[in-house]
């Protein structure tokens, strides 16, 4: 959470998903639920005048492993693309987090090259992964549920993760 703002508190966690859901920003989201609330979140900034987004996603690390931030990330992206009028989404991932990068190749993101040096994180600088995904470019295995999602739809969504 370090570059979207700090969040240690239930508040601040009820606070950072508000800002990020508000209808009337540029942002659409969808939590990843399981048992009483929220584990994940993925995240698209979208740049209306161009039909591109920034596309974020992040998962607690007690669910991790289980395929769930790949399957979020592949559907959003897949209805971003195929029902948003999305024609391109963007992401940045830290070199040193590999499992982000694995994620997003497996959503169907190509990586396009690599930011060196582009954030301070602790006082070092950290080269970033830059990947991208085109409405020309194949949908994930399980895109059906990407058609489930209704075009134009800024409500969270909320995914199944049974």
Not at 37 to 65: H, K
Not at 103 to 124: C, D, P, Q, S, Y
Not at 134 to 153: E, I, K, N, Y
């Amino acid at each position: 959470m370090s570059r979207q703002g700090t969040v240690t508190t239930s508040e601040e966690a009820e606070e950072y998903v508000h800002r990020l859901t508000d209808p009337g920003g540029s942002k659409v989201a969808w939590a990843v639920c399981h048992g009483d609330g929220p584990v994940g979140l993925v995240c698209i900034a979208v740049d209306e005048q161009n039909r591109n987004g920034w596309f974020s996603y992040w998962m607690t690390e007690a669910v991790r492993g289980r395929g769930w931030t790949t399957r979020a990330a592949a559907t959003v992206s897949d209805w971003a693309l195929d029902h948003a009028g999305l024609e391109r989404l963007e992401l940045g991932r830290r070199v040193n987090n590999p499992a982000s990068g694995a994620v997003a190749r497996a959503a169907g993101f190509r990586k396009e090259g690599t930011e060196r040096g582009k954030f301070l994180i602790t006082g070092e600088r950290v080269d970033v992964d830059t990947y991208g995904r085109l409405r020309t470019h194949p949908r994930w295995q399980s895109s059906a549920a990407a058609a489930r999602l209704r075009s134009g739809d800024r409500r969270r969504y909320r995914t199944a993760t049974a």
